[in-house]
């Protein structure tokens, strides 16, 4: 059940933001373009997969598959944006949130083998 919970937990936390990538408007588009080097194409893909991969870890109570599936996605999105804060200059604090969340998402997917 808790492994249910925590699933929920980063759909929630990643759906939001992957759904502000994909609408790009205004000035996150800007902010991503000018502090992490990447366009608004990269930008909207990063956000289809982060709400994807949200959307099957919501639905990861069917099977070992959506959990697999949805951690694959999210953690494709969170790598890459861990990287993308250090090499910005954000260090530690400035990638912390998706640190965390990339731990969890990667206990998640572990845990998914264990029988």
């Not at 205004?26 to 990269?42: K, P």
């Not at 694959?72 to 804060?85: F, M, P, Q, T």
């Amino acid at each position: 059940m808790i492994k249910y919970l925590a699933n929920a937990y980063l759909g929630s936390q990643l759906i939001e933001g992957g759904l502000d990538k994909i609408k790009a408007d205004g000035n996150l588009g800007e902010d991503f373009e000018s502090e992490f080097n990447v366009n608004a194409d990269q930008m909207k893909l990063a956000g289809y997969l982060e709400a994807v991969g949200s959307i099957f870890l919501f639905l990861s109570f069917f099977g070992k598959t959506f959990t697999r599936i949805g951690t694959l996605l999210v953690n494709a999105v969170l790598g890459v944006a861990v990287i993308k804060h250090f090499k910005a200059g954000h260090g530690f604090e400035g990638s912390k949130r998706a640190l965390k969340l990339l731990g969890l998402s990667t206990l998640s997917f572990l845990d998914s083998f264990r029988k």
